[in-house]
C-alpha cells in the first residue's frame, strides 16, 4: 500500500482521537493555571497579614518604650 494512501486513511483517524486529548490536555491546563493562581492570590494576603501585624507590634513597643523613657522629663522645647 503507498503512504499517501495511508496516511489519507491514519490523518482523519488521528484527528479524532487528538482533537479531545488536546482538549482534554488544555482543560487541565486551563484548571491548574487557576488553582496556581487561587493559591498564589491567597499567599499575597497572608503575607500582607503578617505584615500588618508586625507593623502593629513595632508600632506598640515604640508607643511603649517612648512613654517609659518620657516620664519625669520635660518636653522638649517648643512643645
Known amino acids: ?3 499517501f494512501l495511508i496516511g489519507l486513511i491514519v490523518a482523519p483517524l ?24 487561587k493559591a498564589a492570590q491567597e499567599a499575597g494576603e497572608g503575607v500582607q497579614d503578617l505584615a500588618a501585624e508586625v507593623t502593629a507590634e513595632v508600632v506598640a ?13 520635660e518636653p ?4
Open 76 to 79: 522638649p522645647p517648643g512643645e
Open 14 to 37: 488521528a484527528k479524532r482521537v487528538a482533537k479531545p486529548l488536546v482538549r482534554g490536555v488544555v482543560k487541565t491546563s486551563v484548571g491548574l493555571v487557576m488553582e496556581v493562581k
Open 61 to 73: 513597643a515604640q508607643m511603649a518604650s517612648g512613654s517609659q523613657s518620657g516620664q519625669g522629663k
Open 1 to 3: 500500500m503507498p503512504p
